[in-house]
């Protein structure tokens, strides 16, 4: 019986550690899992810890526009801002997308807020092309700000 909850107790340890761990981007990564990815990471922004969609959110980040937003404190505070903490914790997302080429999507993402409210942002994805461990690796370089369409009856 020991053995058991000790086996319990180190899967349920493993388990929530390996949760815990961030996507990190990849080659393989099409542009619309990379946004998908962030928009899920951002619904539940606080699993399985305080801010972890933020930080995954953060990871995808191209390096261009890290320069404009980082560190990962002061994009945290970008991201409580009136015109990003919509994103958080919101209850859906539609993505329709709007262009895409060899190095760049671009997609409209509708989202319903949590206070009921819809929003649109047009979110740029492209690819890195300078030579480093990111090359080749799809990653946001900009979200519009929010445009409000109205309330959810």
Not at 12 to 24: D, G, R, W, Y
Request: glycine residues 2%; proline residues 4%.
């Amino acid at each position: 019986m020991k053995i058991l909850v000790k086996l319990i107790l180190f899967f349920c340890i493993f388990t929530q550690a390996a949760s815990a761990e961030l996507v990190k981007p990849q080659a393989k990564l099409k542009p619309i899992e990379v946004l998908t990815i962030q928009l899920k990471s951002l619904k539940n922004n606080n699993m399985p810890y305080k801010d972890a969609g933020i930080e995954q959110t953060w990871e995808f980040a191209h390096p261009t526009n890290k320069r404009i937003t980082g560190p990962l404190d002061k994009f945290k505070q970008m991201i409580y801002s009136e015109s990003y903490e919509i994103l958080i914790d919101h209850e859906s997302s539609e993505i329709t997308v709007l262009q895409e080429t060899d190095n760049l999507s671009i997609y409209k993402v509708i989202i319903t807020s949590k206070s009921k409210r819809k929003y649109f942002y047009i979110w740029q994805v492209e690819k890195v092309l300078i030579d480093g461990n990111l090359k080749n690796c799809w990653m946001t370089t900009s979200v519009s700000n929010p445009n409000y369409i109205g309330e959810i009856i």
